[in-house]
């Protein structure tokens, strides 16, 4: 399918991780025309393996999506690699435009452009991000069973990561970070064994691109293998400004708001993954995206019915008057 700004596509789908390539699988082979524009960085990259997808688990993360890209384009899908900088218009006559050049039109709009790890400024996190720093225990916690687990307190929920990986391994030591530890808290780390270590947190130290331990202000450096981190979670929304969609404050980050459907409340625009659930992971993504692909289509449904009456209607509103004249 050529790029050209008269074709109306039927959905574009902006962002194609797990969440867009579902929901334009479940679109394509509702015989939809669709265009998966994507700018090829999703959330996991640096890791290894996807963990804890039901037949696939440890899955090369770049493999799953070619896979699942080859299974949109199978279906008669587009797959343009780019990004979008901006979105205009109202259903069903939305305007995407790419960065660079290249504007796509388009009946319903699907987000899922996923969020944007905001990670603490410690020397090494960002390095080592995805392979020795950590942030979800559902996706690595497997991976660090029985070894020594640095948690790096940056919020509210470093206190609960410590106690989620303690499931883990009864190595856990909770780097306070400047900051206290509640009373209350502090009773459940002695309860279950979790060392608390005061003093700011300078760097990880790393040699030879593998973490060796955590360095604190007193130039000590405490041994660990991996660093648990509490990133700020926020959504790509920014580019979607123009067609009425806007973030919602989190504890956690931001989000786009939307019904359980995805459905973002303006019309012909839907949000699927994590743009929409910052704790959605890839099993959790793809069935978002696999639900609002069937609602989007639902809703085309809808519309192209409508217009079959309507055209329907007109037709027999046209014939009418030439029958009746010649009714005796
Ligand atoms: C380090 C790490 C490890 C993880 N490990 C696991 C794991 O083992 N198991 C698991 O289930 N989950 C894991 N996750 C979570 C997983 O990454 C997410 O659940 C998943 O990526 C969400 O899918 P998504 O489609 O919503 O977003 P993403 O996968 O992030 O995809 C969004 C896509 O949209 C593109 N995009 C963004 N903005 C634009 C734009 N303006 N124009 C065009 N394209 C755009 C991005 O480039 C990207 O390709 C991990 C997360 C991290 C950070």
């Known amino acids: 399918m050529a790029e050209q700004a008269e074709i109306v596509r039927d959905v574009v789908v902006v962002g194609g991780g797990a969440a867009g390539l579902s929901a334009a699988l479940t679109l394509t082979r509702a ?191 405490v041994a660990v293998d991996a660093v648990v981190v509490a990133p700020r979670m926020v959504a790509r929304v920014e580019v979607f400004a123009g067609i009425g969609i806007q973030p919602t404050e989190h504890p956690m980050g931001s989000y786009i708001a939307a019904d359980p459907t995805g459905f973002t409340g303006v019309p012909g625009v839907w949000v699927a993954g994590n743009a929409a659930d910052l704790s959605a992971q890839v099993s959790a993504a793809a069935a978002d995206g696999a639900r609002a692909g069937a609602h989007i289509n639902a809703d085309l449904v809808t519309e192209d019915t409508d217009r079959a009456v309507a055209d329907r209607l007109s037709t027999e509103h046209r014939v009418e008057p030439a029958i009746t004249g010649h009714i005796p």
């Open 31 to 221: 015989r939809r025309s669709v265009t998966v524009v994507d700018a090829g960085a999703p959330r996991n990259a640096p890791a290894a393996g996807v963990h804890g997808l039901l037949a696939l688990d440890g899955v090369d993360p770049a493999e799953l999506l070619a896979r699942g890209r080859a299974e949109v384009v199978g279906y008669g899908g587009e797959i343009i690699e780019g990004e979008v900088s901006d979105a205009s218009g109202t259903a069903p006559d939305f305007v995407v435009t790419r960065r660079g050049g290249g504007r796509l039109r388009a009946r319903r709009l699907l987000i899922a452009t996923g969020l944007v790890d905001e990670l603490p400024a410690v020397p090494g996190v960002r390095e080592q991000w995805g392979r020795d720093v950590l942030h979800c225990p559902y996706c690595h916690g497997w991976e660090v069973r029985d070894h020594r687990v640095g948690v790096l307190a940056t919020g509210p929920l470093s206190v609960h990561q410590a106690l989620l990986f303690r499931q883990w391994t009864d190595d856990v030591r909770f780097f306070a970070h400047g900051g206290g530890v509640a009373p209350e808290d502090r009773a459940k780390f002695d309860a279950l064994g979790i060392a608390v270590i005061t003093g700011e947190v300078v760097e990880l130290a790393v040699e030879g691109d593998r973490l060796r331990g955590v360095r604190l202000d007193d130039d000590r450096v």
